[in-house]
């Protein structure tokens, strides 16, 4: 079955300009198509008509890039979990539905253009510390150095992170603890990474603060909207790192 | 070292600190409380009031808890700001059905215990401190009479209806604060976290029930 839609979409002309929410209807949207496939239909609709399509962040619509983030009726990539907005389905919505379509809101991420946000922020804050400063050379033997498989699981698991900023978009907060924690268990866990261990979290933690993202009070949104699943314990191993930094 | 004070994940751990000194205080405080109904003779909690009021040790332990209420509300307060400015611009349709329910309310039950908090302290400590307090004399001792003071409160029913009513508030800041104070300071897994939940849960229960049972026993007897 076929869908009819009420979109109500976020329309910013620049970063200096008022945002405003601009209605649109959509006729015979397929439920086989995707969430970015449907936004395709409409802006092919609004270029016809000779107005300007709507903006907004895609890339490798796998899954897989981070690129698509899209805040859709009150969640960030929308009414499904462990997925990205490339990867969710209009099956997922019913006829007659009206969408609600915003970008990610912080003042760290601010609005580009219409659904479009800087999220340089994340890079600055890789720039500080997410990174290990050896040289790699060619691929290592596979057990030169040892690691004990926990240690390498979970380093593994934050690893998954895609730095799409969905956990900052989730939190009531803004903040970005879950993306730094990731980033701090991917790389402290390892050997590789424990020389550079204590700055790097000192310098992440700061420019965290610097950039202007909030603090997190442990209510968990984060963890249930990331589209790769990175756990909240990550955020305890910052804390823990960033203790033991301190003194 | 000085990042304790100045960065957002310091603050936390401070306010956390606080917070969980607090909790512990709660648990004093309540069983001090629950000797006005499980001794019949007045005098043991007015006794018991008079030493906490006499003790050299108690009147440090004063200091250090009005600093750990101190701590936890400023750090309280200048994070929610922080956390406020964080995001200029509210989502048009935000359900956060995902943010766990306690947690999405913490700065409102803050509000209503501090507001408690107030009264509570102008009701009893300082008018104590101000000599304002009924007294009684036994064996040439004077004595504040804290338990005639508290029984007239506790026969006016909305003054226990909101005694009750802001206990409930507490209980709910608690089920968040408590279980996230460990996350703050770093103790979570998959061993521990279970415990603290279920520990956070009791110990909510406890105090709610603990302290609200006081005004019910003494309204209706």
Request: glycine share 6%; proline share 3%; charged share 20%.
């Amino acid at each position: 079955m076929n869908l009819n839609l009420k979109l109500k979409v976020w329309r910013q002309r620049d970063p200096n300009t008022r945002g405003k929410f601009v209605n649109y209807q959509l006729k015979n949207i397929s439920t086989d198509s995707s969430f970015l496939e449907m936004l395709d239909v409409l802006n092919e609709e609004l270029i016809t008509k000779g107005e300007e399509p709507v903006i907004y962040d895609h890339d490798c619509r796998e899954g897989i890039c981070g690129a698509c983030g899209l805040y859709i009726n009150g969640r960030p990539h929308g009414p499904d979990s462990l997925i990205t907005v490339c990867q969710l389905h209009m099956r997922k919505f019913k006829n007659g539905d009206t969408i609600v379509i915003e970008p990610w809101r912080a003042r760290a991420f601010p609005v580009i253009r219409d659904l479009m946000v800087d999220r340089n922020a994340f890079d600055k804050l890789i720039q500080e510390g997410g990174y290990v400063s050896v040289n790699t050379g060619s691929a290592p033997d596979a057990n030169g150095i040892p690691v004990k498989k926990e240690k390498a699981e979970l380093s593994m698991d934050a690893a998954a992170c895609i730095g799409c900023g969905a956990c900052v978009a989730a939190c009531k907060n803004a903040s970005a603890m879950l993306f730094v924690g990731a980033k701090i268990s991917h790389l402290t866990l390892l050997p590789q990474g424990k020389v550079e261990a204590r700055d790097r979290v000192l310098d992440m933690v700061t420019k965290m603060d610097e950039l202007g993202f909030g603090s997190c009070t442990n209510t968990g949104a984060c963890e249930a909207e990331c589209p790769k699943g990175i756990k909240l314990t990550n955020i305890a191993r910052l804390n823990r790192e960033y203790y033991t930094a301190l003194v | 070292m000085s990042g304790i004070f100045t960065s957002s994940l310091g603050k936390k751990l401070l306010m956390s600190l606080a917070g969980i000194f607090l909790i512990v205080f709660l648990l004093v405080h309540m069983g001090l409380n629950l000797l006005l109904i499980i001794y019949e003779d007045p005098m043991v909690y007015n006794k018991v009031a008079h030493f906490m009021s006499s003790s050299i040790l108690i009147k440090i332990f004063e200091i250090i808890l009005f600093g750990g209420f101190l701590l936890h509300i400023i750090y309280a307060l200048i994070l929610q700001i922080q956390n406020w400015i964080a995001r200029p611009s509210r989502y048009n349709k935000a359900n956060y059905s995902n943010t766990s329910f306690f947690s999405k309310f913490m700065i409102h039950t803050a509000i209503i215990t501090l507001t408690f908090l107030v009264i509570h302290m102008m009701d009893f400590y300082i008018k104590a401190k101000l000599g304002h307090a009924s007294e009684i004399i036994v064996d040439g001792v004077v004595y504040h009479d804290f338990v005639s003071e508290v029984v007239d409160k506790f026969k006016i029913l909305p003054f226990v209806i909101f005694y009750i009513a802001a206990f409930v508030f507490l209980g709910f800041h608690l089920m968040h604060g408590f279980q996230s104070a460990f996350k703050t300071l770093g103790m979570d897994n998959r061993k521990y976290t279970p415990v603290i939940q279920v520990l956070a849960i009791f110990y909510c229960t406890l105090v709610v029930a603990g302290y609200s049972i006081i005004p019910v026993i003494i309204y209706f007897s």
